[in-house]
């Protein structure tokens, strides 16, 4: 077995405070969408990935991968999302095993009333006291933490 290869002083601090960080934005994302569209966060991400898509939907597999979501969580979501009247699940023509999930006109006008507030709290929170370069070196950062994640995780 190899030797733990312990974090430094530094490095323990970049983790820490990019964990409250991160738990933080989620919170704040999260609180500002329940306030203001009556909607968690994730459900937000489920709509907009569903709103760019062609047609406006996309099977429940590749919106699972786009989201990160387990199948289980995201039919749950998607569950409370029909109940909404925001989204609909069918049968793909032709291949009765596919479940495909599309974004109603409802869900659409949902997203396009939240989405006004979401980006206003999402620049707040995140880009208001970046300049255009730490922009593009976050972007970059996280590009390589994408990278590594998809390359060990199997996705």
């Given amino acids: 077995m190899s030797e733990t290869r312990w974090l430094d002083e530094d490095e323990q601090r970049t983790w820490r405070t990019f964990l409250w960080a991160s738990q933080l934005l989620h919170e704040s994302l999260d609180r500002q969408l329940q306030r203001d569209a009556g909607m968690p966060h994730t459900y937000y991400m489920i709509l907009a990935m569903l709103s760019e898509a062609p047609g406006r939907s996309m099977t429940m597999t590749e919106l699972a991968q786009l989201v990160r979501f387990s199948a289980s969580r995201l039919s749950h979501a998607v569950a409370k999302l029909e109940a909404q009247g ?28 939240a989405a006004p507030g979401h980006v206003e709290e999402v620049r707040r929170v995140l880009f208001d006291r970046l300049t255009a370069e730490q922009v593009g070196q976050l972007r970059h950062i996280f590009d390589a933490v994408l990278t590594n994640l998809n390359t060990t995780d199997g996705c």
Avoid: K, M, Y
């Fill in 86 to 113: 925001w989204v609909c699940r069918s049968r793909r023509p032709g291949d009765a095993r596919t479940t495909v999930a599309a974004l109603t006109g409802e869900g659409f006008a949902a997203l396009a009333e």
